[in-house]
T-cell receptor, first 113, second 115 residues
Framework: AQSVTQLGSHVSVSEGALVLLRCNYS??????LFWYVQYPNQGLQLLLK??????LVKGINGFEAEFKKSETSFHLTKPSAHMSDAAEYFC???????????FGTGTQLKVEL | NAGVTQTPKFQVLKTGQSMTLQCAQD?????MYWYRQDPGMGLRLIYY???????DKGEVPNGYNVSRLNKREFSLRLESAAPSQTSVYFC??????????????FGPGTRLTVL
């Protein structure tokens, strides 16, 4: 079964610094990958998704992710962190029939002044 | 459009009590999903309904039942609640299973505590 691994359950950055959240997938076929964000006490919101049209995917709020087949990675980045980016971020991969999603364990992003 | 709505937002149960979590979507989506979220474990799929009239087990179905009442509504029932079912429950919907790049849309969640 396909899965994703998120390295680092907690990441802390200074406001204005680069954000890098890691996601590696296990798949022998082209994966369908997603990044979701969850703000405190809210549901999940789609940040971006990999559609195979381009390896660099741009999402909302200035986030982007690069699909690297050789590294089986789909890391999420943002050049300059803002206080409002503090949230939990989940990487997910489509799994099996029914368009089910398998989620990573999440990365809590803290942004400090 | 309200998107995906869930009721109730919060619930406290005693061990052995039963309850039904309600979910509705107004996006004319075909597929619906129930997840539970526990600290450090991400979201895990409980049950899903690929289309109206069908339901299937996910990763953690034990202790739960579901009903796809119609295209809009998908409920999750706990027949005899246990403390291990204390969690945050999310409902999600998706337009259709034929487009593999479709994303799931999530509701705001129900926070359930079982004492």
């Amino acid at each position: 079964a396909q899965s994703v691994t998120q390295l680092g359950s907690h990441v802390s950055v200074s406001e204005g610094a680069l954000v890098l959240l890691r996601c590696n997938y296990s798949s022998s076929v082209p994966p369908y990958l997603f990044w979701y964000v969850q703000y405190p006490n809210q549901g999940l919101q789609l940040l971006l998704k990999y559609t195979s049209a381009a390896t660099l995917v741009k999402g909302i709020n200035g986030f982007e992710a690069e699909f690297k087949k050789s590294e089986t990675s789909f890391h999420l980045t943002k050049p300059s962190a803002h206080m409002s980016d503090a949230a939990e971020y989940f990487c997910a991969v489509r799994t099996g029939g029914g368009n089910k999603l398998t989620f990573g364990t999440g990365t809590q992003l803290k942004v400090e002044l | 459009n309200a998107g995906v709505t869930q009721t109730p937002k919060f619930q406290v149960l005693k061990t052995g009590q039963s309850m039904t979590l309600q979910c509705a979507q107004d996006m004319n989506h075909n597929s619906m999903y129930w997840y539970r979220q526990d600290p450090g474990m991400g979201l895990r799929l409980i049950y899903y309904s690929a289309s109206e009239g069908t339901t299937d087990k996910g990763e953690v179905p034990n202790g739960y039942n579901v009903s796809r009442l119609n295209k809009r509504e998908f409920s999750l029932r706990l027949e005899s609640a246990a403390p291990s079912q204390t969690s945050v429950y999310f409902c999600a919907s998706l337009k259709g299973v034929t487009d593999r790049y479709n994303e799931q849309f999530f509701g705001p969640g129900t926070r359930l505590t079982v004492l």
